[in-house]
């Protein structure tokens, strides 16, 4: 092959996988995807139904049941508002939130439908779910597939490893000219650019660029914010929004007195096994350190024998879990009666886990600015417990409190909703818990 046909060759592939990269940004456009969404899990479910119903009359939709048609459509919409939202935030598979969110979807529309009629024609609702599911799962198999990120970097700063290995085309910017199919610019805030490089960034913020300084972007793509010397200096949004802070708390009630008549029969359930598997009481108490450092009573099933001596901390491995201990840990279960906690306005459905006072104490001896978690009610679930887990080890306690700030810097409504679908899918299928 000569030198003339291999530049050809090569050129042909370049043109193929920039095809690719436009045809990705085009599905990956919000209108697209969710006009696909909308045709192919609503307009088609109902259009097989009116055919196939001619054929067998028993399927077809009885009269004045449209209202199944419009919860198909609003919960697409809602599944879709929650994948394109938190598909931004750090450390997010899109994939693997694709059923929670449409379980969470389902099931809201599914609990309205039985309120309002008493009863339902499950045909659209369910074809949606999975056809949307389909749908999804494709686009963002596709768009995993040929559209890389590209970044671009105004700065000689490396890139730390950590960085350098995720799946983004990181793209030096040498001079003051904007680099094709940019998703965002990282620049050095300790420098002082020059007006030729501003009014660059200027253009690139027209053309709806996404701006970081470093340390930004690194918090955005780890979900953890590193403990500056003096946080105080840095942190002044580490207080969350007052307002969200009291809406949350409505929710929270509100949440938790419907759910706490679901899941009481499964406690009692539980807790007759426990009593029955090992000696000892079925709810385990424990002190522990809560909303602005006030000690409370956290409740949970106990999932470790209670004749055995051993550390205030547990591992994957520890001897003392029984067997259904496990499976309780595994599904979260073990915390279902903390929704007592809830209702007494000691803990949230969602935020930093609560942890045990000596070792509290302990850490706040050890880790500046540990005190800082507790400007927020501690969670059943949270950002740092869906990444990392239980740990007790100083440095991975240091670690974790850095995924407590990222959720304290960017506390929202949004980045509870990506915790509890992630919660969802460790409760339902067991991935991600520890």
Known sequence: MNFTTFHDFEQQIGNGREKQQKMAAFLRSNRVTFTGALL????????????????????????????ELFASVFAITLAHVLLRKIGI???VDRKTLIVPAMAVSLGLCLAALLLAVHHVQLFHLVASAILGSAWYY??????????LRRIGVVSARPIEPKLAAMPIEWVRIARPKIHKDLVAIAYDDDITYTPEWESLFSRAVMRKIHFYDLAQLREKLTGRVRI??????????????????????????FVALPVLCLVLPVIALVALAIRLESPGPAIYR????????????CYKLRSMRNDVAGPLYTNERDPRITRIGHVIRKYRIDELPQIF?????????????????????????AIPHYAYRHTVRPGITGW??????????????????????????????WLDALIVLMTVRTVLTGFGSR
Request: charged share 20%; proline share 7%.
């Open 138 to 147: 494709t686009i963002y198999s596709f768009d995993e597939r040929v559209g």
């Open 40 to 67: 192919f899990a609503v307009v088609l479910p109902e259009a097989v139904q009116q055919s196939a119903s001619r054929i067998w009359p028993s399927i077809a939709c009885p009269p004045g049941r449209e209202l």
């Open 341 to 365: 906690n809830i209702l007494k306005g000691e803990m949230s459905w969602i935020g930093p886990r609560p942890e045990a006072l000596r070792l509290a104490r302990a850490y706040e001896r």
């Open 286 to 297: 424990q002190k522990r350190v809560g909303y602005q450092g006030r000690v409370f009573t």
């Open 89 to 91: 935030l750090p450390l």
């Open 228 to 253: 500056a010397a003096r946080p105080e200096l840095v942190f002044g949004q580490l207080l969350p929004s007052q307002p969200y802070l009291r809406i949350k708390w409505a929710v929270d009630v």
């Open 384 to 413: 740092a417990a869906i990444h990392q887990g239980n740990v007790a080890l100083t440095d991975a306690a240091a670690e974790k409190l850095e995924y407590d700030f990222y959720y304290l810097k960017y506390f929202s409504i």
